[in-house]
């Protein structure tokens, strides 16, 4: 058996990190990992979660990349919650602002932007 558990991406403040992506997927509650408290982790089905691990402030934080599979509703509710933000989104990692949805590779849409840290998230929705 192999069950993926957590994927662990650096931030400056974790728990900013994961308040951000949660309240951007909705229905979600990040919450504090670690003896010290300086982890935060958003869960995102079948008991698998992102955890964001809080570096030095002044730490470089190589850029990472995440893409989440979401229901068409939640991917709604992710880009009018980036739209509402003001946050650059687009459907190409070359191209992350040009504030489409739509999707080459088939499926019914595809966004990439940055959390706080400079991540690039990605979303999708599955065609119908």
Request: hydrophobic share 35%.
């Given at each position: 058996m192999i069950e993926f558990d957590h994927v662990a991406l650096p931030a400056r403040d974790a728990e900013r990190s994961a308040r951000f992506l949660a309240d951007l997927?909705?229905?979600?509650?990040p919450r504090?990992?670690?003896?010290?408290?300086?982890?935060?982790?958003?869960?995102?089905?079948?008991?698998?979660?992102?955890?964001?691990?809080?570096?030095?402030?002044?730490?470089?934080?190589?850029?990472?990349?995440?893409a989440l599979r979401v229901d068409p509703d939640?991917?709604?509710g992710v880009v009018a919650g980036l739209r509402e933000r003001g946050i650059a989104f687009g459907n190409n990692p070359a191209e992350p602002e040009n504030g489409e949805t739509t999707d080459c590779l088939g499926e019914a849409g595809r966004l990439y932007f940055s959390d706080p840290d400079g991540h690039l998230l990605e979303v999708v929705t599955p065609a119908r």
């Open positions: 997927l909705g229905g979600v509650q504090p990992e670690g003896p010290d408290g300086d982890m935060s982790s958003v869960p995102v089905g079948d008991g698998a979660m992102l955890l964001y691990m809080t570096v030095g402030a002044t730490d470089d934080i190589p850029r990472g990349h995440l939640r991917f709604a």
